[in-house]
């Protein structure tokens, strides 16, 4: 129902930053979950980082101090990383959820890389 398409991604050197945005195909409501994750070759998809109704938040202790979910009032989502480092390479998702409803978009190539 939900068509996320996510774009940002890219080459970074160590100690750099990327903004990645997810844009929605219809607004995505406040009382809605969202939230990145990302997936390295040979390793489960692990949570990044949530916001959910009021503004609440939850980070990976891994990017705690180092990323930022954002949202605007319509239909889009962003996640500001800072201060990259080699780990966090891997094609970050966005995600969407409300109840049953579970929207994934397709995924953005990330590589922290001298």
């Known amino acids: 129902q939900v068509q996320l398409v996510e774009s940002g991604g890219g080459l970074v050197q160590p100690g750099g930053s990327l903004r990645l945005s997810c844009t929605a195909s219809?607004?995505?409501?406040?009382?809605?979950?969202v939230g990145w994750y990302r997936q390295s070759p040979g390793k489960e998809r692990e949570m990044v980082a949530i916001?959910?109704?009021?503004?609440?938040l939850r980070y990976s202790d891994s990017v705690k101090g180092r990323f930022t979910i954002s949202r605007d009032t319509t239909k889009n989502v962003y996640l500001q990383m800072n201060s990259l480092k080699p780990d966090d390479t891997a094609v970050y998702y966005c995600?969407?959820?409300?109840?049953?409803?579970?929207?994934w978009g397709q995924g953005t190539q990330v590589t922290v890389s001298s």
């Open positions: 995600n969407v959820r409300y109840g049953p409803q579970n929207y």
């Open positions: 219809r607004i995505i409501f406040n009382q809605y979950f």
């Open positions: 916001m959910g109704p009021g503004g609440t």
